[in-house]
């Protein structure tokens, strides 16, 4: 497993979002994950919420369900299934300027500013559960699973959308391209594929099936940078906040063009696991 050179925590995972708040919304909306690119001809709009409906399509919800999202964000994706599969939705994020933006927005869903490894939900309550792009910030990733395990009922469903390391990178891409995503992003650390199967089924689960999305996703990154660059041209407070040597996430800025070359070069994958409970 990838990891930065310095230690990475909740605390510090919460900061960044909280710090970058504006900066997201502004640059790429309330889904704070990557676009999926099914068949090349979606808007950024619309990208976004096919990654939604692609975890929905393979957590093959019903409706009544009781669905947990791990790491919500603003709430959007939770949003988004609970209207169109009429299931409820408990979201928990750490950011408390996402907890904020996400109760205010309402809907069939209950959004909790809680840590996921620490989460005082019940055992055996959700009837299925996903993690878009949350698993890469968890300090104990086996504790991430078996704090699934513990909430899912036997037989529940999961679905993971993560941020993978290749299986095999090269000492060049884990210095100067991994490493520095991770320590930039606020990542503890970039598993692998492999190391996923593995520490999903340590904690109970069988492993339905997992897709490699990185060609249908990338294009998430040249529109960010791009439109970050507009910005930067036209907005004050970006140039503002890149010069402020106070601003502890600043660096994330360099982090985007990063991610680009990780994904040209196969370093960075982008997997999408489906998963389901034993018992």
């Not at 919460?14 to 997201?24: I, N, P, S, T, V």
């Not at 009781?66 to 979201?91: E, K, N, P, W």
Request: proline residues 4%; positive net charge.
């Amino acid at each position: 497993m990838i990891l930065p050179r310095t230690r990475q925590t909740t605390a510090a995972v919460a900061a960044h979002y909280d710090e970058l708040d504006g900066f997201y919304r502004e640059i790429w909306g309330e889904h704070v994950h990557h676009g999926y690119w099914k068949t090349g001809q979606e808007t950024p709009a619309q990208a976004v919420e096919a990654l939604t409906a692609l975890v929905a399509q393979h957590l093959a919800l019903a409706p009544g369900q009781s669905v947990c999202d791990i790491g919500c964000g603003y709430g959007a994706s939770a949003r988004l299934l609970a209207a169109a599969h009429q299931v409820h939705v408990t979201g928990l994020t750490v950011s408390a300027a996402q907890a904020g933006i996400a109760q205010a927005a309402g809907g069939a869903v209950t959004i909790l500013h809680q840590d996921w490894l620490t989460n005082t939900l019940p055992p055996a309550s959700f009837d299925a559960a996903y993690a878009i792009e949350s698993s890469e910030h968890m300090p104990d990733k086996p504790a991430f699973f078996a704090q699934a395990s513990r909430v899912l009922k036997p037989g529940g469903r999961m679905v993971i959308c993560a941020w993978l390391a290749a299986e095999s990178p090269t000492a060049w891409q884990i210095r100067h391209l991994l490493e520095p995503i991770c320590r930039e992003g606020r990542l503890p650390s970039m598993g692998s594929e492999t190391e996923y199967r593995a520490m999903a089924q340590d904690a109970g689960f069988e492993v339905i099936g997992v897709q490699d999305i990185s060609a249908q996703v990338a294009r998430t990154w040249w529109l960010c940078a791009g439109r970050f660059m507009a910005k930067l041209a036209t907005r004050p407070r970006y140039a503002r906040y890149l010069l402020d040597r106070n601003a502890g996430n600043r660096i994330f800025a360099l982090t985007l063009f990063r991610i680009l070359l990780a994904y040209r070069t196969g370093a960075m994958r982008y997997g999408v696991f489906t998963l389901r409970l034993s018992g």
